[in-house]
């Protein structure tokens, strides 16, 4: 069949938009499919917007995109049963723009990044499911929809279904996704006057916060929670990894530890008085490096999520997502300038392009992070209670001398891991994240 389209890209989240327009912006005849009623009727996102790879596909977002907050101040908390140590980093630099990260909400953020797609000149059709990819021989030249005459043609298709990438699987470019390599998401949206939220978090009428936390507060599991401010709500949410919650010997189920985690007094008093608006649940593929399958073949790219492109260490992915769909749309777009054809050999371009980018170096540099987390709970247990612990023994002013009290420090982490445990773990750590 003679294709239709130059190409076919499956899903509207940030990854296919970003692809999609990319595409169609250069002139390209472009089919997007998206099984949502709308795009991002079905997506999940915290959600920080890293403005960076938007701008670099569309320079002037800011004009009209439907941003909530600009990010003045990061907070890191490390969190026992009662209290938090914490890092907060504020700079009125980032209080000036152009603002380099927004809190944005999914919904409407995924269909103004649809209407530019469509403006420039792909045609969107929703409501509506890709089953299968259309192979001749081993080359990729189509989709199968779930509507009658639902086979369309394409020289490429572009799969930007998310995390549970159920075509690339079933045309066997990749297995089955582990449990331990993907994390079980869920958030909240809390409604709160605009005025309560400034005055809780110390900002201004556009400036936000981001507080990530790590400990207790994901049961011993490896994960990490969130709180985020938009206009006029707040996003609180918390992830585990899949095989983490099924091994957990609490059973504790992601709603309860949202539960847990919004009862923690740190954070109690944040979120007091929030109307519940939304509440969902997501995967995320935090596999890094080493989960990253084969992203192109005859006829097919991978991008976004369902190519695991996530930096879970810093709480990236659709920056990722954006990144990945433009370049692979730049493969396309000079394999039909170079009249090359679509083969594996023309598109292998689009990983070399992605070894180049930040996106693989990045998930190169935290490769072993996800197996040494893994298997060393102590960093989501242990030494959170023990920092707490020690930052408590510190400040609190009882009459014992403060060298006392660094002693009572250093053997309560003695006690706790031993010397050559304590060392060992600094090592893992450094490997972790080296
Ligand atoms: P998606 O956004 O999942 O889009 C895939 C699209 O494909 C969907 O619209 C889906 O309906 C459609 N689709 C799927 N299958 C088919 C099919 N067969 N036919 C047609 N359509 C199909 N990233 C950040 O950068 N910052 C954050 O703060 C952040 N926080 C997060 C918090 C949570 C709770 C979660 C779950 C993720 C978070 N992420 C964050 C990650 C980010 O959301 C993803 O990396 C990003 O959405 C990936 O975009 P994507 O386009 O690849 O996939």
């Not at 009572?408 to 773990?425: A, M, N, P, Y």
Request: aromatic fraction near 8%.
């Amino acid at each position: 069949k003679p294709s239709q389209f130059d190409a076919i890209v499956v899903g509207a989240g940030p990854s296919g938009n970003a692809c999609a327009y990319t595409m169609a912006k250069a002139g390209l005849k472009v089919l997007q499919i998206e099984r949502g009623e709308y795009p991002g009727s079905k997506n999940v996102q915290g959600a920080i917007l890293y403005a960076k790879a938007l701008e670099e596909i569309i320079p002037d977002f800011r004009e009209d995109a439907p941003l909530e907050r600009h990010i003045i101040e990061q907070r890191m908390w490390v969190l026992d049963e009662t209290s938090f140590v914490g890092t907060h980093v504020r700079s009125a630099d980032y209080d000036k723009p152009p603002y380099n990260r927004y809190t944005i909400i999914r919904a409407q953020f995924d269909k103004w990044f649809s209407s530019k797609v469509r403006e420039a000149g792909a045609l969107l059709i929703c409501e509506t499911t890709v089953n299968h990819l259309i192979m001749d021989g081993d080359q990729v030249v189509g989709v199968q929809c779930d509507r009658e005459h639902g086979d369309v043609y394409a020289d490429v298709v572009v799969l930007a279904d998310g995390v549970n990438s159920t075509l690339a699987r079933k045309a066997g470019f990749h297995g089955e996704i582990k449990s331990d390599n993907v994390a079980l998401a869920v958030k909240e949206i809390l409604f709160m006057p605009e005025e309560t939220i400034r005055q809780r978090f110390n900002i201004g009428e556009e400036s936000g916060v981001v507080i990530e936390m790590v400990g207790r507060i994901t049961d011993g599991m490896l994960g990490t929670g969130f709180l985020y401010t938009n206009k006029e709500s707040l996003t609180i949410g918390v992830g585990c990894m899949l095989g983490d919650f099924k091994k957990n010997p609490n059973r504790t189920s992601p709603y309860v530890l949202l539960e847990q985690m919004k009862r923690h007094p740190a954070i109690a008093p944040l979120i007091e008085g929030g109307e519940m608006k939304e509440y969902c649940a997501h995967l995320i593929p935090e596999g890094g490096f080493h989960a990253i399958p084969q992203v192109y073949g005859n006829g097919w790219m991978i991008v976004g999520d369902s190519g695991g492109f996530v930096n879970a260490a810093h709480r990236e992915g659709s920056n990722l997502a954006m990144t990945t769909g433009r370049l692979a749309a730049e493969t396309v777009i000079q394999a039909k300038a170079a009249g090359d054809g679509y083969r594996a050999s023309t598109l292998k371009a689009y990983k070399a392009a992605l070894d180049d980018s930040f996106v693989m170096k990045d998930l190169h540099k935290y490769r072993d992070m996800p197996a040494v987390l893994h298997k060393n709970p102590q960093f989501f247990t242990t030494y959170p209670d023990l920092v707490a612990n020690a930052a408590r023994t510190m400040i609190t002013v009882d009459g014992i001398d403060k060298k006392t009290k660094e002693r009572e420090i250093f053997s309560s982490f003695r006690k706790s891991r031993r010397l050559s445990g304590l060392v060992g773990d600094a090592y893992k750590l450094w490997r972790a994240f080296r």
